[in-house]
């Protein structure tokens, strides 16, 4: 099963937000990798897991292409 | 601005509430992670003292004391807010006028303040007529010499107006009609021309829209 390297992305500028979220979607036993900003989140190296987004609608930076 | 105050709160309060959430799982369970449930707990303390410090900060900004006392032409006053409005009102397409009496007296007060509350009314206005389908945008700032020698300024809209039923409730803090208000503009706009001595309503327009005016007294001093 591929579910246990299941990752949900949270992309968040607001550090409390943004730690809150790690921390919660953490303690269901989910592994959790967090961004700041929309650029962080496009750089990063993927992995090729199954994953889900969690993305803030008032983001600053990047704009929809 | 308020949008703003509003998602600046939100904030931290839905960061408490994703980590009491967190807590009570780390809490749960045959083996209760106690590490974790503690560092939630310290997030929350670090969330709560974040709200009450953006908290402090509206408050500071309501009741900025002591206001600044400068010797004001309301006319310059007034068109310098226009000059940052203007580029809003063209993106909505209102037409922007002005109607500056030179009979006005010089007021003494707080520039910086009394054009909070200029901008206000105006985006107000602009944010009102957005929301109508057609019928013209027209949006006029004016000013005049009132009744008692002070100033009056009249921000007129051609928007949907107000309901008559509304008026006492729209200067109350926290009212609202606007999706993302949070209803703090005019309650603070009211406090500060209180504060300069004056006062501001509002009226449905005969045929369509709202002015919203107020009145300040002539900077005693100077009158002529």
Known sequence: MTEAQAVVFVVDDDEGMRQSLKNLIGSVGLRVEAFASAHEFMRSKLMDVPGCLVLDVRLPGLKRA | ??????????????????????????????????DEARKSAR???????????????????????????????????????????????QQSRVSLQTQLSKEVPLVLGDRIQLQQVILNLIINAIEAMSGVGDGPRELQ??????????????????????????????????????????????????????????????????????????TLPADAERVP
Not at chain 2, 6 to 14: D, K, R, S, T
Not at chain 2, 15 to 22: E, F, L, P
């Open chain 2, 43 to 89: 997030l929350i303390i670090t969330d709560g003292h974040r709200a009450s410090e953006i908290i402090g900060r509206i408050r500071a900004f309501v009741k900025k004391a002591p206001p600044r006392k400068d010797h004001l032409d309301i006319n310059e006053t007034i068109l310098e807010v226009i000059a940052l409005a203007r580029s809003e009102a």
């Open chain 2, 141 to 214: 700032v004016g000013s005049a010499k009132d009744d008692s020698q002070g100033v009056l300024v009249a921000v007129r809209d051609s928007g949907p107006g107000l309901d008559p039923e509304s008026l006492d409730q729209l200067f109350t803090a926290f009212y609202t009609t606007k999706p993302q208000g949070m209803g703090m503009g005019l309650a603070i706009s009211r406090s500060i021309i209180e504060a300069h001595g004056g006062r501001l309503w509002a009226n449905a327009n005969q045929h369509r829209g709202a002015t919203f005016q107020f």
């Open chain 2, 1 to 34: 601005m308020t949008a703003s105050i509003a998602h600046e709160v939100n904030q931290p309060l839905g960061a408490v509430v994703n980590n009491a959430s967190a807590c009570l799982r780390w809490l749960a369970g045959q083996a209760p992670n106690l």
